[in-house]
């Protein structure tokens, strides 16, 4: 066996040890989260009344963990003109997320050029009838929505980007 060869295989060696001990080490992180958050869902007071309704609605609850996001929005939004409102432009926070967002939206091409700001939409709102800032000529256009994810005095926490089609007809 040449020097190349064992140095390629203690490197390979390494690498999936390293790899084995950072699953490891999420697995365990996230067992720890999980426990934390079941201790602090306190809210509700269980008594033999209301322990189906309570484990029942506990079911049903989406859980997102803090710093990520469920994104609810329409992948294509078409204008009739520019600078027309979209009847079909959608964005949502949902409900289950934990923090309020904005967004903007800029051109794939130059992502420099925002061409809509969006107010702060809190969870559980949503955000229709949009009219874009800036006019934009007949065409199809690949953009970005880069959401900023804010806490309760709107500083951004994290962001997120989601690629998107813009379709103005006239």
């Known amino acids: ?24 080490v999420l697995l365990l992180r996230g067992k720890e989260e999980e426990k934390k958050e ?20 506990m079911h049903d609850e989406k859980y997102v963990p803090p710093g990520y996001y469920n994104s609810q929005m329409t992948t294509t939004w078409h204008f009739e003109t520019g600078d027309a409102v979209s009847e079909d432009a959608y964005v949502a926070n949902a409900a289950e997320n934990n923090n309020d967002v904005y967004f903007d939206v800029v051109l794939e091409e130059d992502e420099n050029q925002v061409i809509y700001k969006s107010p ?8 229709d009838g949009i ?40």
Do not use: H, W
Request: net charge positive; hydrophobic share 50%.
């Open 1 to 24: 066996m040449s020097k190349k060869t064992k140095a390629a295989i203690v490197i390979g060696s390494v690498v999936i040890i390293a790899l084995l001990i950072v699953i490891i």
């Open 38 to 57: 079941s201790l602090d869902k306190r809210s509700v007071a269980v008594t033999k009344d209301n322990v189906d309704e309570v484990v029942e609605q």
């Open 120 to 127: 702060v939409i809190p969870r559980g709102g949503e955000l």
């Open 131 to 170: 009219k874009l800032d800036t006019k934009l000529a007949a065409g199809t256009y690949p953009c970005v929505m880069i959401y900023s994810l804010v806490d309760g005095e709107q500083n951004t926490v994290s962001t997120l980007r989601v690629g998107f089609t813009i379709i103005v007809a006239k």
